[in-house]
């Protein structure tokens, strides 16, 4: 049992029924070779703890790359107290008790012991297989480099998505032009062979399964259609290293989403736009905590492409909790768009729960991607999924039961779609 | 009864007897001519139906107006099963419940037995008095087009509204000048006589008994005075249908709004703002369901005209979710400003009920329209009310009566002033 | 006790402990020499009750400055009605209930017998310490200008902060340039002797216990650096009454803000943010009723200043509703953002319960400051804290007790950090 339920019995009954359920995870950033994490340093690098500690006082130097993993974590661990009351902090302790049957209070005294009972490195794939087990997971999706090879792993349950920001955002690094001619075997030396490229890319994530391809946006960005004939130039001139001016590069960045949306449609693949981030917004913080968003963004930007691409299914995850409820709008009126999960900013059970009773009172249940775990590490699908559950179970007892009068069967075929026989046919393969 | 009502035992009682007040209905679609639905097809046309299930996944042929009725209520049945989570539903279900006696599932199944049972053509004048009668409606406020002749119905029940957007936003196309040239007689060819014609109209509503004038602008539109001066020219080029370049089009939007709040001042009449919706995004929608919005929007816009104009009351409706705050805020400091509703996309009892708490806790009880309806068929208005006397309930309920201390009685005088005495008040006429 | 608290009696056992905790109120107006009110009159001379009141039909004039204050009294009291459903109308009669042992309706029935009991004139410094032990007062911090000379109270009870609106968005009046020569003895001429000004009042306020240097920024200020080369011609212009472009403008308000957050640097004094409103939208408002905001706004703006004075602390307060969610996760990145409490438009109970329960779930525990009164009359603080302690603890016993299996003690922990122990350790002096 998660140590987080509802106490209300009509949500805590839905509750246990989904505990049930297999967990069909859309979007992560799993490693395959390695989902499940070898030691505790591995789960208490996921940055919500060293950015939530460092914001409340740590030095990153504490969680250097060059510090010892186990003087890592007891570093961190002397800052734990002061955000025991995240919910990321929940995430952990029921991953203490869930996956190391460890449920003391973790904190400095404690560390040690801790750290020893999550020590896996010498039965990693055993373990994988158990906290794989223990999810209760049917798939999990990744966030697959461009170049990436898919090989090595079983794609049926570690899913493949093609992961693209850097072909639309990183386009004139010299880095990334590289990585696309190795990984297709294409000189990409301009428009033409630029999209010849991108074509094998899809043909290949498609050929090994990949369920959908997958872009994050930041809010600057407005993806009108850029003409080849007015990107032609400034695509030659970003894959041959010239400098570009502003413009050129909006050009650029356009013309490259396009051809990834038309390669959507071509091969039947979602296309995830995840919008907002900016990067690099605190630049002196840890490793993955320094990404914000400015919250003036709107989805109207993006009516071009729902319009013109009315084949693609775009399932949207925005950043700042204030969007949500333009995505409540743009899901109940373009068949394609579907509102995805509960992203990174947004993803706190406050904003979760305001917002999940406007998706289920406003948009059709049949195309509601409930949630994805985001995680970096295996451990993180279950306490990140159960806090889903509950706040699930909570909105569908209150609005729908009690609200509605809606039966514990109807809450459940809703809760059901929603969570995971969606996802399921939204994102099916082949 | 209606088919969901509070269960919480205080809300209820506050909702048992706002069932039995009068429905004063300060802003409709409604045709009087045929305000009732003649058949079931009239009631799934609503927008929110068809738009729903295309959303979800129907072909917009299958409800295309060269569809027979019937046949039309049939397609769309096959994917109510897909809607089913919705409020927008909900109402559909209370409309076959109350006014056709039908307690089923509504489906494929079903849909037969339920249109022949609101089959009501050959008994429409009966069938209007009847829903009336049921929804115990006391007024209901229309949305007449400036040349409509207001004849041929009692207008102390369904009364007259000014309906402008034509006016401010197609002042430019030939066939709004030949309307407005028909309607007033009077030779419209530049701002002298456009002004002419506009008091015209402003006299023949006023003499039917209009409650208001009305208008709905996109978010791009700000208000600011145009002076006479520099409209002058625009104008005479927009009403000869000459080209006019993006600044002469916002200066004549600026130049004829500005001559409708004039009116309003001088008529006493109030001027509904509905802020925010942007015609047509998303293009190959159903009819009716192509309109969205972009959520960066203030009422900061407005400030000019709610100064310039403090004898006018400013009924104000804003679509986007998100910006309800603000409008609490504008109505809480401007006398004339009045938060009127839940307009369409913010027609969600989600969002409802975390504004409406804001404005009973800051707003003046005395300057608030609780509800309208935006109905198109009669039989609307009942079940679209009592979603928000729920909610309305439930709020004084939990932070009045629970929250605060008020008395049943004392709950009971703020929901009556709020959903039906200060829309009497505030639209009073003669 | 006052005269609203919790009905769930998780919650009441949190606010009744709350209760017995003295206040730290790190934001008011008060005036240090006559902190309480000496009539009825300086307590509904808050604008709160005169803005709602306007807005709610009454003529500014029956409250202007000439009237007498007990007419004022009388004139205002007969519109309480319309606004007693105001969570401001509360505080009123929690201060009459506390204060004055008053407990009927106020109306102009009443109104006189309360306006005697409130008379204080000739008791005034009893009835100071009266209020201030009555609420339990720690601390109270101030709101000074700069000009201020800091004498005559005692500085560890009504604790200095220094209030820079002036000196950022003023400059170029020449009341401005005199009172800053006037109370630094510098012959400020230029970017130099400007900022030697500025070190002066620094200096001064420091030595007299200041605890924060504060401003309020409307919303199209964005701190961006300003150097010194680039300011220094504007700066000379406006020091000499010279017309400046509006680019100069911003200029010489970027350059000035920087020099603040140096010396805020340089003294470790946290600089309090307060961003939002614009001043005197509403012309024709009461004085204190004109100022509202334009909901655009976004902390992305700020993030240089941020970055670039790592070791400044920023409590951040924001104006719209809407903003909310920005500041969670600006706090939650930046170490140095701290969310403060609750402003103006959205210090309204459903505005601060939605936001701290977020708040509670994602930003560190230590850094939050929970509320602050933003009094102008020590008979506020009581009733405004109150009100906030009501809504920490229904949220803490709803999701941290009940839904995150938390302790009483673990949750008055929380409470106690938010509300008393954070602000004493981010404002600590000297």
């Known amino acids: 049992m998660p140590n987080i339920v509802p106490t209300d019995p009509a949500a805590r009954e839905l509750f246990d029924e989904m505990t049930r359920w297999p967990i069909f995870d859309p979007h992560?950033?799993?490693?395959?070779?390695?989902?499940?994490?070898?030691?505790?340093?591995?789960?208490?690098?996921?940055?919500?703890?060293?950015?939530?500690?460092?914001?409340?006082?740590?030095?990153?130097?504490?969680?250097a790359e060059d510090v010892a993993p186990r003087q890592r974590a007891r570093n961190l661990s002397r800052y734990l107290d002061r955000i025991d009351n995240?919910?990321?902090?929940?995430?952990?302790?029921?991953?203490?008790?869930?996956?190391?049957?460890?449920?003391d209070r973790i904190n400095a005294d404690t560390i040690d012991a801790l750290y020893d009972r999550a020590e896996k490195s010498e039965t990693g794939p055993a373990?994988?297989?158990?906290?794989w087990s223990?999810?209760?997971?049917?798939a999990c999706f990744l966030t697959n480099?461009?170049?990436?090879?898919?090989?090595?792993?079983?794609?049926?349950?570690?899913?493949?998505?093609?992961?693209?920001?850097?072909?639309?955002?990183?386009?004139?690094?010299?880095?990334?032009?590289?990585?696309?001619?190795?990984?297709?075997?294409?000189?990409?030396?301009?428009?033409?062979s630029l999209s010849q490229a991108i074509g094998i890319l899809f043909e290949r994530f498609k050929s090994k399964g990949a369920a959908a391809c997958a872009i994050s946006l930041p809010p600057d960005f407005a993806p009108f259609r850029a003409t080849p004939k007015a990107a032609v130039t400034p695509i030659r001139r970003a894959l041959h290293g010239m400098d570009l001016r502003p413009e050129e590069h909006t050009m650029i960045r356009r013309a490259v989403f396009w051809l990834l949306a038309e390669q959507c449609a071509e091969h039947k693949m979602p296309f995830d736009l995840m919008i907002g981030p900016i990067r690099g917004v605190y630049a002196a913080g840890v490793s993955g905590g320094r990404d914000l968003f400015d919250r003036r963004v709107s989805l109207h930007d993006?009516?071009?492409?729902?319009?013109?691409?009315?084949?693609?299914?775009?399932?949207?995850?925005?950043?700042?909790?204030?969007?949500?409820?333009?995505?409540?709008?743009?899901s109940w009126i373009f068949p394609n768009v579907v509102p995805m999960g509960y992203w990174w900013y947004s993803n706190i059970p406050a904003y979760i729960a305001a917002d999940l009773k406007?998706?289920?009172?406003?948009?059709?249940?049949?195309?509601?991607?409930?949630?994805?775990?985001?995680?970096?590490?295996?451990?993180?699908?279950?306490?990140?999924?159960?806090?889903?559950?509950?706040?699930?179970?909570?909105?569908?007892?209150?609005?729908g039961i009690r609200g509605r009068g809606w039966s514990v069967d109807r809450a459940l075929d809703v809760a059901k779609l929603v969570i995971l026989e969606n996802p399921r046919r939204l994102f099916a393969r082949g």
């Not at 490693?31 to 690098?45: I, M, Q, T, W, Y």
């Not at 995430?91 to 008790?97: D, G, K, Q, S, Y």
């Not at 373990?127 to 906290?131: L, Q």
Request: charged share 20%.
């Open 86 to 103: 995240t919910v990321q902090y929940s995430w952990l302790t029921e991953i203490a008790r869930t996956f190391y049957g460890f449920d």
């Open 127 to 131: 373990w994988d297989a158990n906290v």
């Open 302 to 330: 993006y009516h071009e492409l729902f319009n013109h691409f009315s084949n693609v299914t775009f399932p949207v995850s925005t950043l700042s909790p204030d969007a949500a409820g333009e995505l409540v709008a743009y």
């Open 145 to 192: 480099d461009f170049d990436d090879t898919l090989e090595g792993w079983d794609t049926s349950k570690y899913v493949p998505c093609l992961r693209t920001d850097d072909l639309v955002l990183k386009l004139h690094l010299p880095s990334t032009v590289e990585r696309l001619k190795n990984s297709t075997g294409i000189d990409v030396v301009d428009y033409a």
């Open 28 to 63: 992560s950033h799993i490693n395959p070779h390695s989902p499940a994490a070898r030691n505790l340093d591995e789960v208490l690098g996921y940055h919500y703890y060293t950015e939530l500690a460092h914001s409340a006082g740590m030095p990153s130097e504490l969680v």
């Open 358 to 399: 406007a998706r289920l009172q406003a948009v059709p249940k049949t195309k509601q991607v409930g949630y994805y775990s985001d995680a970096y590490k295996l451990e993180f699908v279950l306490p990140k999924f159960n806090t889903f559950r509950k706040v699930l179970a909570e909105t569908l007892a209150d609005d």
């Open 134 to 138: 223990k999810t209760n997971l049917e």
